[in-house]
């Protein structure tokens, strides 16, 4: 059974820093990996989408890195701005057309 | 973009009433949406994959008479919580799948669900 954990469960960063956040899966055979982002109380922002014969995304200030076979993927966040605080959550599919696995998820709090 | 409406965005309601929450997929059909309930500081977790003409299927221990799906169009599932109670307050989510190669799931905005 797919299990999806992120590392840490919780930063704080003053403005400006770069950051790293981890996230691992138990079955290196997934389609496809997404980083989203949760604002408190509300629904998910898709932020970077990596299939499986990808190693990595870039969108603006985030870079999502993927390697399947050590079941690992990072967001590095470059320069973060106090808006850049929400939960940042991992989630795998296994197949196309199938659900996603979410992890726990990262709180990041980014301060000015 | 493709966009997924999810409506209601809140429900307050007293115990023992049943709640309907709709998921309409606005530029695209989707044959399989997904429902997900996230409990506070908790992940989300899958509740159960609708299929647009046929039965939902439910993941292990959520009832399936408690939690009625129904896809009866290409663009629309429904969950209806029948007979909520407290332990039912929670942040359901849907998504829908484009069925396209290479695109993310599309995600609606949640329905905060708060039994008295």
């Known amino acids: 059974k797919q299990e999806v954990t992120q590392i840490p469960a919780a930063l704080s960063v003053p403005e400006g820093e770069n950051l790293v956040l981890n996230c691992s899966f138990t079955?290196?055979?997934?389609?496809?990996l997404q980083w989203f982002r949760q604002d408190p109380g509300k629904g998910l922002t898709s932020l970077l989408l990596?299939?499986?014969?990808?190693r990595e995304q870039t969108s603006g200030r985030l870079n999502a890195s993927l390697d399947k076979s050590s079941g690992r993927s990072t967001l590095y966040i470059a320069a973060s701005q106090p808006g850049d605080s929400a939960t940042y959550l991992c989630a795998v599919s296994n197949q196309a057309g199938t659900a996603l696995i979410f992890g726990k998820g990262t709180t990041l709090s980014v301060s000015s | 973009g493709a966009v997924v409406s999810q409506h209601p965005s809140w429900v307050i309601c007293k115990s023992g009433t049943s709640v309907k929450i709709e998921c309409r997929s606005l530029d695209f059909q989707a044959t399989t949406m997904f429902w997900y309930r996230q409990f506070p500081k908790q992940s989300l977790m899958l509740m159960a994959t609708s299929n647009e003409g046929s039965k939902a299927t439910y993941e292990q221990g959520v009832e399936k008479d408690k939690f009625l799906i129904n896809h009866a169009s290409l663009t629309l599932s429904t969950l209806t919580v029948t007979s909520a109670h407290p332990e039912d307050s929670s942040f359901y989510i849907c998504s829908a799948d484009a069925d396209l190669t290479n695109q993310p799931q599309h995600f609606g905005d949640g329905t905060r669900l708060s039994i008295l």
């Open positions: 990596i299939q499986s014969s990808q």
């Open positions: 079955d290196s055979a997934i389609y496809n």
